[in-house]
């Protein structure tokens, strides 16, 4: 079967910075997408990787390994702001998007 | 302003009475969707279409029914509401080629009484 993996809940300090890890088994793979929805809102597009590596933009960063069926999305600077779930999805064979559950990132003075 | 609308944004009903909620998206874009977001499980696909007059079953189907007759509107029907539907419903949209984000509307939350 299909799975994202990705831990529920993280805690972090405001100024820190934080890694949101992510392990998928997917039916075949055309990128992975990390998106972030604050509390009763719609989820945001923050990242795509589809190759190997890393990719900055601004405070975040998203890095992509395809042998390990792994990513992280790393967030600098904490803002309270940041306060949000993160939401970790993988474009399956069919080009159908694979969810995980999300990570509730909590930000802390 | 390029976006995904929804309505109503809030809907209290009973058991059994049929509602429809509508979707539409002002960017041309081929692909829509359904998911319904429930607590600890996350976004789970209920149908989606890759164009006008083409739809398919996501994950959770059963309960469920939409139409695509034109290309900006995809409305989700439910015909006999049971209250395991209580949920926050998103509709998105995007392009059809990989790679290209998923835009959400703003959401739906639904309580079956």
Redesign the interface.
């Given at each position: 079967g299909q799975n994202i993996d990705q831990p529920?809940e993280m805690t972090a300090t405001e100024g820190a910075i934080v890694q949101i890890n992510c392990t998928y088994q997917t039916s075949g793979f055309?990128?992975l997408?990390w998106y972030q929805q604050h509390a009763?809102?719609?989820?945001?597009?923050l990242s795509?990787n589809?190759l190997d590596g890393l990719e900055e933009k601004g405070r975040f960063s998203s890095f992509l390994s395809r042998s390990k069926g792994y990513s992280y999305l790393l967030l600098k600077e904490l803002q309270m702001k940041d306060s949000a779930s993160y939401?970790c999805?993988v474009?399956d064979s069919n080009?159908?998007?694979i969810?995980?559950?999300?990570t509730k990132l909590i930000i802390k003075p | 302003e390029a976006q995904v609308t929804q309505n109503p944004r809030y809907l209290i009903t009973v058991t059994g009475k049929k509602l429809t909620v509508t979707c539409s998206q002002n960017m041309n874009h081929e692909y829509m969707s359904w998911y319904r977001q429930d607590p600890g499980l996350g976004l789970r696909q209920i149908y989606y279409s890759m164009n006008v007059e083409v739809t398919d079953k996501g994950d959770v189907p059963e309960g469920y029914k939409v139409s695509r007759k034109e290309k900006r509107n995809f409305p989700l029907i439910l015909e006999s509401p049971s209250p395991n539907q209580t949920s926050l419903y998103f509709c998105a949209s995007s392009l059809m080629e990989g790679g290209n984000e998923q835009f959400f509307g703003p959401g739906t939350r639904l309580t079956v009484l």
């Open positions: 529920t055309n990128g997408f009763g809102e719609a989820p945001t597009f795509y589809v939401l999805a474009m080009y159908q998007l969810w995980g559950a999300g | -």
